[in-house]
C-alpha cells in the first residue's frame, strides 16, 4: 500500500486536488523552491530555489546555523507553510496546490509531526492527546482509539501516564507523547524540528534510537538538529546556509554543491506557523 501511495509515473500537470503523477520513486521532492517574507526592511529570502529529493525509508539530518532556513524547508514539507514559488511534492500529492481545508486532514493522515515544545494540548490527558490526531481525521473506530493509543504509548514507554495531564510528566516524557501522537495515524513519513532541542543527553540518545527503530521498519524521518553528534549517525545530511542547500550527502561524507549568499531568516513566521499546526 505504502509503495502504491509514493510511486510516481509519467510527469503530468497538477490537476485539481493536488493529485500529481510524474516520472521518480522519490517519497518527497522539493523542486526549484523559493520562500521569501516581506519586512520593513524589504523582501528577505527564507529559502532560495531549494531543490531536494528524500526516498522512501530514508533517515535524513537537516542541519544548519539560525537563520539557515531549516524550520522553514521542513514547513514546507509538512505544508505548514507555502512556497513562494516552486513545488513540494510528496507521494502522489502536490501539497504546494491544497487549500487550507485539504491541507490539513492531508497532514495529519500521511505526515507525523514533531514540535521542540511538544505542543500537547494542556487540558487533555496523554492518551486523550495521543488520540486526537484519530479524531481529527476520522481514522480507525471508535471503540479502536483507546487501544491503538495505547500500543503507540506503549511504544514510547509512556503506558504508565497515559491518564495523566501533560503538566505532571517531564519534559522528555512529554517528547515521548508527542512522538506517539505524531504516528496516530501510521503515517510512512515522521518530520522533527529539533525534538531533542529542550532534553538533555540521556533522554537525548533515548529519543534518536526510537528514530532509528522507526527506520528499520520502514518510517521515513526528517529531523533538524543543532546536535552534529547526533546527526552523524543518520543515513544522510542535508546542511543549510542563507536558505540554500550547499552540503547534501551520506552522514560524514557529504559534497559540496552550491555557494553561499547572505539571507536573514524570518523567525516569528516560524513561530506562528508552528503553533497554528499545533492543534494536531
Given at each position: 500500500m505504502l509503495t502504491r501511495w509514493f510511486r510516481r509515473k509519467q510527469k503530468k500537470s497538477d490537476p485539481p486536488g493536488g493529485r500529481y503523477v510524474h516520472g521518480n520513486d522519490y517519497l518527497i521532492e522539493l523542486r526549484e523552491v523559493i520562500k521569501t517574507y516581506e519586512g520593513e526592511a524589504g523582501t528577505f529570502y527564507a529559502l532560495k530555489g531549494v531543490d531536494l529529493q528524500v526516498n522512501p525509508g530514508e533517515f535524513v539530518a537537516v542541519i544548519g546555523k539560525s537563520g539557515s532556513g531549516k524550520s522553514t524547508l521542513i514547513n514546507m514539507i509538512t505544508g505548514i507553510d507555502r512556497p513562494t514559488s516552486g513545488e513540494v511534492l510528496v507521494g502522489d500529492t502536490a501539497v504546494h496546490t491544497l487549500n487550507e481545508g485539504k491541507i490539513a486532514e492531508w497532514r495529519g493522515r500521511h505526515v507525523g509531526v514533531v514540535f521542540q515544545f511538544f505542543q500537547l494540548l494542556p487540558t487533555l490527558t496523554v492518551i486523550e492527546n495521543v488520540m486526537l490526531p484519530m479524531d481529527f481525521c476520522n481514522m480507525y473506530a471508535m471503540g479502536e482509539r483507546e487501544a491503538k493509543a495505547m500500543h503507540l504509548l506503549d511504544l514510547v514507554e509512556m503506558t504508565s501516564h497515559a491518564y495523566k495531564l501533560p503538566t505532571a510528566i517531564s519534559g522528555g516524557q512529554q517528547q515521548r507523547v508527542a512522538i506517539a501522537r505524531a504516528l496516530a495515524n501510521d503515517p510512512p513519513i515522521l518530520v522533527?524540528?529539533?525534538?531533542?532541542?529542550?532534553?538533555?543527553?540521556?533522554?537525548?540518545e533515548s529519543i534518536f534510537q526510537l528514530f532509528s527503530r522507526l527506520v528499520s521498519e520502514g518510517k521515513t524521518i526528517l529531523v533538524v538538529t543543532h546536535d552534529r553528534d547526533l546527526a552523524r549517525r543518520v543515513q544522510r545530511i542535508i546542511t543549510l546556509a542563507d536558505g540554500e542547500i550547499i552540503q547534501g550527502g551520506p552522514a560524514g561524507k557529504s559534497q559540496l554543491s552550491k555557494p553561499t549568499h547572505s539571507n536573514a531568516d524570518n523567525s516569528l513566521q516560524a513561530s506562528r506557523r508552528q503553533q497554528a499546526a499545533s492543534g494536531i
Amino acid at each position: 500500500m505504502l509503495t502504491r501511495w509514493f510511486r510516481r509515473k509519467q510527469k503530468k500537470s497538477d490537476p485539481p486536488g493536488g493529485r500529481y503523477v510524474h516520472g521518480n520513486d522519490y517519497l518527497i521532492e522539493l523542486r526549484e523552491v523559493i520562500k521569501t517574507y516581506e519586512g520593513e526592511a524589504g523582501t528577505f529570502y527564507a529559502l532560495k530555489g531549494v531543490d531536494l529529493q528524500v526516498n522512501p525509508g530514508e533517515f535524513v539530518a537537516v542541519i544548519g546555523k539560525s537563520g539557515s532556513g531549516k524550520s522553514t524547508l521542513i514547513n514546507m514539507i509538512t505544508g505548514i507553510d507555502r512556497p513562494t514559488s516552486g513545488e513540494v511534492l510528496v507521494g502522489d500529492t502536490a501539497v504546494h496546490t491544497l487549500n487550507e481545508g485539504k491541507i490539513a486532514e492531508w497532514r495529519g493522515r500521511h505526515v507525523g509531526v514533531v514540535f521542540q515544545f511538544f505542543q500537547l494540548l494542556p487540558t487533555l490527558t496523554v492518551i486523550e492527546n495521543v488520540m486526537l490526531p484519530m479524531d481529527f481525521c476520522n481514522m480507525y473506530a471508535m471503540g479502536e482509539r483507546e487501544a491503538k493509543a495505547m500500543h503507540l504509548l506503549d511504544l514510547v514507554e509512556m503506558t504508565s501516564h497515559a491518564y495523566k495531564l501533560p503538566t505532571a510528566i517531564s519534559g522528555g516524557q512529554q517528547q515521548r507523547v508527542a512522538i506517539a501522537r505524531a504516528l496516530a495515524n501510521d503515517p510512512p513519513i515522521l518530520v522533527a524540528d529539533e525534538p531533542t532541542g529542550n532534553l538533555d543527553s540521556v533522554t537525548a540518545e533515548s529519543i534518536f534510537q526510537l528514530f532509528s527503530r522507526l527506520v528499520s521498519e520502514g518510517k521515513t524521518i526528517l529531523v533538524v538538529t543543532h546536535d552534529r553528534d547526533l546527526a552523524r549517525r543518520v543515513q544522510r545530511i542535508i546542511t543549510l546556509a542563507d536558505g540554500e542547500i550547499i552540503q547534501g550527502g551520506p552522514a560524514g561524507k557529504s559534497q559540496l554543491s552550491k555557494p553561499t549568499h547572505s539571507n536573514a531568516d524570518n523567525s516569528l513566521q516560524a513561530s506562528r506557523r508552528q503553533q497554528a499546526a499545533s492543534g494536531i
